[in-house]
């Protein structure tokens, strides 16, 4: 089963291992990067951070599919992570049944960012593909750990016209 879905641009973290895993009780992680994916070295460094107890992988998006589908039917509390929005947009193409739920974690402050949160900044391609997503009926919310408040998508996309 999908515990939650989330954008964080670090991935597996410190925070991401010391809150959201417990918060979540997580017991699979899906790490879901093309680049991390298909760079031996990042790859084994994302696998490794997570505490042994929990399963790890790290796959593209093309291999991520038949692994998140598995795990909507399965009972084992799977957390999927992202750095991108964009590519929770290829994942629900790809998996109408995902759930409609998007959690923005942390996002660094890039070039052309616009800042959301003090801890999320959306490029104008990501804010794009959460606009597309919310018109589709997907709750997307901004916040970086659960005691946090919560910021929906709704309360700032005026940013982004």
Request: glycine letters at 4%; a negative charge; charged letters at 20%.
């Amino acid at each position: 089963m999908l515990v939650l879905v989330r954008c964080d641009d670090r991935l597996i973290h410190g925070q991401c291992m010391t809150v959201i895993i417990h918060e979540y009780d997580v017991e699979r992680i899906l790490v879901v990067d093309d680049f991390t994916a298909t760079n031996p070295i990042l790859k084994t460094v994302f696998q490794a951070a997570a505490p042994p107890s929990i399963q790890t992988g790290v796959y593209t998006v093309q291999e991520a599919v038949p692994l998140i589908q598995s795990a909507m039917e399965d009972q084992v509390r799977t957390l999927v992570l992202m750095k991108s929005p964009l590519v929770y947009r290829a994942l629900r193409a790809a998996l109408p049944g995902i759930p409609a739920e998007l959690n923005i974690g942390p996002m660094s402050n890039r070039k052309g960012s616009i800042s959301v949160t003090y801890a999320a900044h959306l490029i104008p391609e990501e804010a794009a593909a959460i606009k597309e997503l919310a018109a589709d009926h997907v709750h997307v919310y901004f916040r970086q750990i659960p005691s946090q408040k919560t910021v929906e998508w709704d309360e700032v996309k005026d940013k982004f016209q």
